[in-house]
């Protein structure tokens, strides 16, 4: 997107940009909308070529520079981007941008999955970074980097900065912000901006799906004018983070362990019971599926198996009420597990659009492709989908005709976003450690640009 369309899509939402323009538009500020570069739905993510990044990066610093007269930059993005032949990419950004902009307040918001280091702090004037999982302060964070970038500017702010790499890399399903070990930390930085002269103190635990070199934990403490204090503080979030690092690598239980104690909670009257599959990024592992139908579970529901031949076949050999077997998911390596037939009645068929209801993201539109969903019989139900969904909110099983409120099983192909939702309905939720391309156990994953010692898999550390 570009220009006024970028304000037009993330007016009203919870995000980053809706948060810039509440505090800006309320302080009578002209906001000048340059590029909004995202992945589009569908496929599976990896590096970026260096000619991607260049196109959007340059684009981006050119059309900040044709702007003209500019008080300051607020750039929202992630952090854990990979691309061939760039580090460090989002510090490189910030870099072209400063070039085409000059001496002004650069500001940066990012995700907590954000894998950034000194680079990032030479680069921008302050960054903040989420303080929740799943998701939820995107607005807030957006607000707070709008007010400190209309201070700077009005003379009323100097922003300070420091950071630290606590030499920690983690799995995201560990990392659940109200939850140890990053509820311990987040408690922590809301104490030290409790302090006078402290604007924010930031920690992003990183994202260990991405071989790049900044892989890993970071801090970021922006202060008033206080660099002394700045890293105090910075120094001490780190040696408090490293003092947890045991807690970022604790054992989860299999695919077998966990239908298992899913069904006993169940059985018990403790459902709905959430089974969080974090390992599968494709969205076409049968680990989970497997389980369930061998251990003769009832009245679950998957809200997706990412099977684009499976969906083809469906689509154009079914239709609602038919009966049919197929053979689904098991396809994009040896992680996902074998494929699993299934045998039952299409209860619903199509590519939905609806709305997301839940903290994260409430009112943004998914629009799936083909989806067809399967009533295996006992109140079983399996989603199969030509590319991967999830439902992070009920919303994704309404669309797929499922009556989320009779399941005692819900198994999510996600890692954390699915809490801000589902721990209101859910009475548990089962981490995994299954096989898949985001496993919890790091050490199942081959490095080769992960700093040598970081915890827990750098080669410092590795037996």
Same mark, same amino acid.
């Given at each position: 997107?570009?220009?006024?369309?970028?304000?037009?899509? &993330?007016?009203?939402?919870?995000?980053?940009?809706?948060?810039?323009?509440? %505090?800006?538009?309320?302080?009578?500020?002209?906001?000048?909308?340059?590029?909004?570069?995202?992945?589009?739905?569908?496929?599976?993510?990896?590096?970026?070529?260096?000619?991607?990044?260049?196109?959007?990066?340059?684009?981006?610093?050119? +059309?900040?520079?044709?702007?003209?007269?500019?008080?300051?930059?607020?750039?929202?993005?992630?952090?854990? #981007?990979?691309?061939?032949?760039?580090?460090?990419?989002?510090? *490189?950004?910030?870099?072209?941008? !400063?070039?085409?902009?000059?001496?002004?307040?650069?500001?940066?918001?990012?995700?907590?999955?954000?894998?950034?280091?000194?680079?990032?702090?030479?680069?921008?004037?302050?960054?903040?970074?989420?303080?929740?999982?799943?998701?939820?302060?995107?607005?807030?964070?957006? *607000?707070?980097?709008?007010?400190? #970038?209309?201070?700077?500017?009005?003379?009323?702010?100097?922003?300070?900065?420091?950071?630290?790499?606590?030499?920690?890399?983690?799995?995201?399903?560990?990392?659940?912000?109200?939850?140890?070990?990053?509820?311990?930390?987040?408690?922590?930085?809301?104490?030290?901006?409790?302090?006078?002269?402290?604007?924010?103190?930031?920690?992003?635990?990183? @994202?260990?799906?991405?071989? %790049?070199?900044?892989?890993?934990?970071?801090?970021?403490?922006?202060?008033?004018?206080?660099?002394?204090?700045?890293?105090?503080?910075?120094?001490?979030?780190?040696?408090?983070?490293?003092?947890?690092?045991?807690?970022?690598?604790?054992?989860?239980?299999?695919?077998?362990?966990?239908?298992?104690?899913?069904?006993?909670?169940?059985?018990?009257?403790?459902?709905?019971?959430?089974?969080?599959?974090?390992?599968?990024?494709?969205?076409?592992?049968?680990?989970?599926?497997?389980?369930?139908?061998?251990?003769?579970?009832?009245?679950?529901?998957?809200?997706?198996?990412?099977?684009?031949?499976?969906?083809?076949?469906?689509?154009?050999?079914?239709?609602?009420?038919?009966?049919?077997?197929?053979?689904?998911?098991?396809? @994009?390596?040896?992680?996902?597990? *074998?494929?699993?037939?299934?045998?039952?009645?299409? &209860?619903?068929?199509?590519?939905?659009?609806?709305?997301?209801?839940?903290?994260?993201?409430?009112?943004?539109?998914?629009?799936?492709?083909?989806?067809?969903?399967?009533?295996?019989?006992?109140?079983?139900?399996?989603?199969?989908?030509?590319?991967?969904?999830?439902?992070?909110?009920? +919303?994704?099983?309404?669309?797929?005709?499922?009556?989320?409120?009779?399941?005692?099983?819900?198994?999510?192909?996600?890692? %954390?976003?699915?809490?801000? @939702?589902?721990? &209101?309905?859910?009475? %548990?939720?089962?981490?995994?450690?299954?096989?898949?391309?985001?496993?919890?156990?790091?050490?199942?994953?081959?490095?080769?640009?992960?700093?040598?010692?970081?915890?827990?898999?750098?080669?410092?550390? !590795?037996?």
């Amino acid at each position: 997107m570009r220009g006024q369309a970028i304000l037009e899509r &993330s007016r009203g939402i919870p995000n980053y940009i809706n948060g810039f323009m509440r %505090v800006l538009e309320a302080e009578g500020a002209e906001i000048v909308p340059t590029v909004a570069a995202n992945k589009g739905p569908g496929g599976f993510s990896s590096w970026l070529t260096t000619e991607c990044f260049d196109k959007y990066s340059y684009e981006i610093a050119d +059309a900040l520079k044709a702007a003209g007269r500019l008080d300051g930059v607020l750039l929202a993005l992630h952090g854990a #981007m990979a691309v061939t032949g760039v580090p460090r990419p989002e510090a *490189e950004l910030v870099r072209r941008v !400063r070039k085409a902009v000059g001496d002004i307040p650069i500001m940066v918001t990012l995700d907590l999955h954000a894998n950034e280091d000194q680079e990032m702090a030479d680069a921008a004037d302050a960054v903040f970074i989420l303080k929740t999982y799943p998701h939820v302060d995107s607005q807030e964070t957006g *607000e707070i980097a709008a007010r400190c #970038m209309v201070e700077t500017v009005r003379g009323n702010f100097k922003p300070a900065m420091a950071c630290r790499r606590p030499g920690i890399i983690s799995a995201s399903i560990y990392q659940a912000s109200e939850y140890h070990p990053m509820k311990d930390i987040y408690d922590r930085c809301r104490e030290w901006e409790k302090k006078p002269g402290v604007y924010c103190v930031s920690v992003a635990p990183g @994202y260990a799906y991405a071989d %790049v070199v900044d892989a890993g934990m970071s801090v970021f403490v922006v202060t008033n004018n206080d660099r002394a204090l700045a890293e105090e503080i910075a120094q001490d979030m780190s040696d408090f983070a490293w003092s947890l690092r045991e807690s970022f690598a604790e054992p989860l239980p299999g695919a077998e362990e966990a239908t298992k104690m899913a069904m006993q909670l169940a059985a018990e009257g403790k459902g709905p019971v959430v089974i969080a599959d974090g390992a599968d990024r494709i969205g076409d592992s049968t680990h989970m599926l497997k389980e369930l139908l061998r251990q003769g579970a009832k009245n679950w529901g998957i809200p997706g198996i990412t099977d684009p031949k499976a969906a083809a076949w469906l689509e154009e050999n079914a239709k609602v009420g038919d009966t049919v077997t197929v053979k689904i998911g098991g396809w @994009y390596d040896e992680n996902s597990g *074998e494929p699993v037939e299934v045998t039952g009645k299409v &209860s619903f068929m199509g590519r939905p659009i609806y709305k997301l209801i839940g903290p994260m993201g409430k009112g943004a539109t998914v629009r799936d492709a083909f989806i067809a969903t399967i009533d295996l019989g006992d109140n079983r139900h399996v989603v199969v989908s030509q590319r991967m969904r999830g439902a992070n909110d009920s +919303a994704g099983f309404t669309a797929a005709g499922i009556d989320y409120t009779k399941l005692d099983i819900i198994v999510l192909k996600d890692r %954390v976003h699915h809490r801000a @939702y589902w721990d &209101s309905v859910a009475k %548990v939720d089962i981490r995994t450690s299954v096989p898949g391309q985001g496993p919890s156990d790091l050490s199942l994953l081959h490095y080769e640009n992960i700093p040598e010692d970081i915890y827990p898999v750098g080669k410092k550390w !590795r037996k």
